[in-house]
């Protein structure tokens, strides 16, 4: 099974940038896909974006042209681009595979955008 750990979070005012990093742990070589999600308190947490193993990227509604996911294979590392942030873009963000296929996550990382 593989495990996650998230990195890269921080405050940023409205319309910075910040870059996550998420290190993989573990057998990758049957997982079709990667994902960034994020949660906010009391909420599910959501898709936000997604890779697959071949390199193609699909974006949720409310990050597309803002955030850009990527992954260096040979490092086992994902990460999430994250420009023009907005307030409502404040979470915890995480890493895991696609489509989910438990409910074992990492620590995340916390993500705070001021206005």
């Known amino acids: 099974q593989v495990q996650f750990v998230e990195s890269g979070g921080g405050l940023v005012q409205a319309g910075g940038s910040l870059r996550l990093s998420c290190a993989a742990f573990?057998?990758?070589?049957?997982?079709?896909?990667f994902g960034w999600y994020r949660q906010t308190p009391g909420n599910e947490r959501e898709l936000v974006a997604r890779?697959?193993?071949?390199?193609?990227?699909t974006y949720e509604d409310f990050v597309q042209g803002r955030f850009t996911i990527s992954r260096d294979y040979l490092k086992s590392t994902m990460y999430l681009q994250m420009n023009s942030l907005k307030p409502e873009d404040t979470a915890v963000y995480y890493c895991?595979?696609?489509?989910?296929?438990?409910?074992?996550w990492g620590p995340g990382t916390q993500v705070t955008v001021s206005s």
């Open positions: 895991n595979v696609w489509p989910l296929s438990g409910d074992d």
């Open positions: 573990g057998s990758t070589s049957n997982i079709i896909a």
């Open positions: 890779i697959s193993r071949g390199g193609s990227t």
